[in-house]
């Protein structure tokens, strides 16, 4: 047991769209990703995501809108709903996530973009 810093984890890898686990609790995982531009339209038929910005802006479309997510922010998404995570003007924006360890990074979709390992640093 030891505080984790994320500055420190976040500055550890480069790689967008790239999701690394840094923590486990019960059967949900934190994990650290840093995005830019557009992802993949996908759901999760059996989990809920949470999103909380930690630097920049994040767009969190959804079929009828767009959500627009702040640093300081969360959002959850619940388990089924379509949606696509995006930045705008090239930002990159630092995310950190809550989900399940069974949610897969992309739903049933398989994109280019789907990771299916996330490092543990």
Same mark, same amino acid.
């Given at each position: 047991m030891k505080a984790i810093n994320l500055k420190q984890k976040h500055a550890a890898f480069s790689k967008l769209w790239h999701?690394?686990?840094i923590a486990q609790v019960d059967d949900m995982q934190v994990i650290l990703a840093k995005?830019?531009?557009?992802?993949?339209?996908?759901?999760?038929?059996n989990e809920d995501e =949470?999103?909380? &910005? =930690?630097k920049g802006t994040l767009f969190m479309?959804?079929?009828?809108?767009?959500?627009? &997510?702040?640093e300081g922010e969360i959002i959850v998404v619940p388990r089924g709903v379509e949606h696509n995570p995006s930045t705008k003007d090239n930002e990159e924006v630092h995310l950190l996530l809550f989900e399940k360890l069974t949610t897969a990074h992309t739903g049933n979709v398989?994109?280019?973009?789907t990771q299916t390992e996330y490092p543990i640093i």
């Open positions: 999701p690394h686990q995005i830019q531009g557009e992802f993949v339209w996908h759901s999760h038929e =949470l999103f909380q &910005v =930690l479309q959804f079929r009828d809108r767009t959500e627009i &997510v702040k398989q994109h280019a973009m």
